[in-house]
């Protein structure tokens, strides 16, 4: 009797460990941008507007999330000092002069450089539990996103 339960206790504590390895394994999906990529039919409208003038670019970013780099990837990573805010949701914190990141995730890279007067319209991430959060999200899943060049720095 003694043996049958060191099994069952064994082959419990191997199928909870098997769980663990492949739950570890799968992509990580937050729960507010789970159903936000390429393959997905969920298109968030794109709802923030604004200009500035681009400060830094990094190409081929390996994202930061919770402290931990390289949790999520991004064409590139755009910081831009804000000049204008057209139109914002409710829940946008920044305000002209703040440093705003833009999470770009076209497939061709920017056509902006630093010092470049742009306009970004994209989606604004407000949540801090997610990958590229408080960003504002430039992807093809984002519906209508873009950054334009208005003037060249």
Known sequence: MYEHKRFLVVLFSVGFLAY???SALQPYSPPHLKDMDRDSHYHP?????IRGVVKKIR?????????????YKVA???VISITEIKSTPENFECEVGDLIGVS?????????????????????????????????????????????VL???
């Open 59 to 71: 190409y081929d970013d390996d994202g930061h999330y919770l402290g931990f780099p390289g949790t």
């Open 104 to 148: 770009y995730d076209y497939i061709d890279p920017p056509e902006c450089g630093t010092e470049d007067f742009v306009e970004v319209y994209g989606y604004w991430v407000p949540v801090l539990d997610v990958p590229a959060a408080k960003t504002i999200i430039v992807a093809d899943f984002a519906s209508g996103s873009y950054v334009k």
């Open 76 to 78: 590139a990573y755009i």
């Open 20 to 22: 663990a390895i492949f």
């Open 45 to 49: 409208a794109s709802d923030t507007l």
């Open 151 to 153: 003037n060249k720095g």
